[in-house]
């Protein structure tokens, strides 16, 4: 287990871009109300529906912002990466959680009680700002989404996401660039609203016309031209 001394929490708390604007006392106070949080890949942090009483942010691993149907349908909406916060939405306005936080990766967290952390945001704008900045990001990423799922075919939808991908988690190769993400082809489907089946089909046909390759546990974006093509068709 994971042990930070009050210290640790503090650096670890100002580091963040959320609470760079916070003093130092004010930052030792708030990591003396933080707890570190281990999490093994699979497990669950929150359901939806559960009490929205805490903030927490990623020190490292990923975990993925998703919700399901009740015949059993997932549908994913974020993946959070080191560095950045989720359960914002219910800790902010104290009512239930949107979604379910699930984690991809081995994750460890720095957990923020709501009671001791809205103290903070009455005496601290600054960080009131970049937290409605994360808001609208958040917002701004639904938007492109529903764009994209009505107005693209699916393969054009999934190249964007894998060079979304690429950008984010991908490592300059001699092929191209090569993604390690901790992320399924079902949890893939998913976050496109399509089945795994048709993940799989689409990526098998781009892997025998060299666009991409597929090793267990990355995609090497080979062909980036051809997928910035085909993202840009519209259905």
């Known amino acids: 287990m994971v042990q930070l001394t009050v210290e640790e929490k503090r650096e670890v708390l100002k580091n963040h871009f959320l609470l760079t604007h916070l003093r130092d006392w004010d930052l030792e106070l708030l990591a003396r109300h ?21 903030m927490i942010v990623v020190i490292s691993g990923r975990v993925v912002i998703c919700s399901q149907s009740t015949d059993g349908r997932e549908v994913v909406f974020n993946i959070i990466n080191p560095g950045e916060v989720f359960g914002e ?3 902010l306005d104290g009512q ?11 994750a460890v967290c720095v957990v923020l009680d709501r009671r001791s952390f809205l103290p903070f945001l009455e005496d601290n704008p ?14 701004r990423s639904t938007t492109v989404h529903i764009e994209d799922t009505a107005f693209l075919e699916f393969r054009s939808r ?5 060079l979304a991908f690429g950008q984010h988690y991908g490592k300059a190769v001699d092929k191209g ?9 079902t949890e893939l489907g998913a976050m496109l609203q399509a089945t795994r089946e048709s993940v799989n089909r689409q990526m098998r046909t781009w892997v025998k016309k ?3 390759e597929v090793d267990k546990g990355s995609i090497t974006l080979v ?12 259905d």
């Open 34 to 54: 933080s707890r570190v949080m281990e999490v093994p890949a699979g497990k669950t942090i929150f359901r939806k529906h559960d009490p929205g009483d805490t």
């Open 89 to 91: 939405i219910a800790f």
């Open 96 to 106: 239930e959680r949107t979604a379910d936080a699930r984690v991809l990766e081995n």
């Open 126 to 139: 600054k960080v009131v700002i970049e937290l409605l900045t994360v808001l609208c990001e958040r917002v």
């Open 158 to 162: 999934l190249a964007k996401k894998l």
């Open 177 to 185: 660039s090569r993604i390690e993400l901790a992320i399924s082809q």
């Open 210 to 212: 060299g666009v991409i």
């Open 223 to 234: 062909d980036l031209d051809r997928l910035e093509t085909i993202a840009e068709e519209s």
